[in-house]
């Protein structure tokens, strides 16, 4: 497969699917990286290890319609022959024409127990937040299909850890995401054998 990897921030998943690709544990490329966001982590991911990246957001792109602005998305993405797109902390809404052409091809990650602690203004470090202010014992990893809401596509694969006693946002964030690294590879290979 030729994977786009949609990212606005450090891009720690974005690299660890790297590794997997570099190691060879996945047959896939990482062929396109696209960012809202020029001066994040994700970026210098791409620069260094010769991936190609399209900056592209809303501001650059303000004088075209919503159509015209999906477009610029479906034209990098099939310059590149891109079959899966895998979020990687990628903090805008996909555009309705891309969710249209590739229904069933966009997967996120998310960092909390879906259906739970999802929706609008639930990422990052608000998740983990909102998490411990709930008492719960138990948090860890959906990924999931993407859809035209926020968190609510078919659950793909979840992992579960535990919220302990003495908990901060920080520290469960710590021991969530080193679930995501462990895992969302691992799901992008059960789409390879899948025969995407
Ligand atoms: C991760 O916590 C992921 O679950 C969420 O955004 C964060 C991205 O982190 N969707 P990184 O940029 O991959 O380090």
Redesign the pocket.
Known sequence: MNICIF?S??????NAILKAVKSKKLNSKISLLISNNPECG?VNIAKNNNIDFENINRKKYSELTDKQYSGVFLKALKKHDIDLIVL??YMKMIEKEVLKKYKNRII????ALLPSFGGKGM??INVHKAVIAAGVKVSGITIHYVNENYDEGKIIFQKCCEVKEDDDEYSLQKRV?KL?HRYYWEVVRSLENLGF
């Open positions: 990212a921030g450090t891009g720690s998943n974005f994700a990687c902390g996120n990650i998310h960092p990422y990052g995401l995501e």
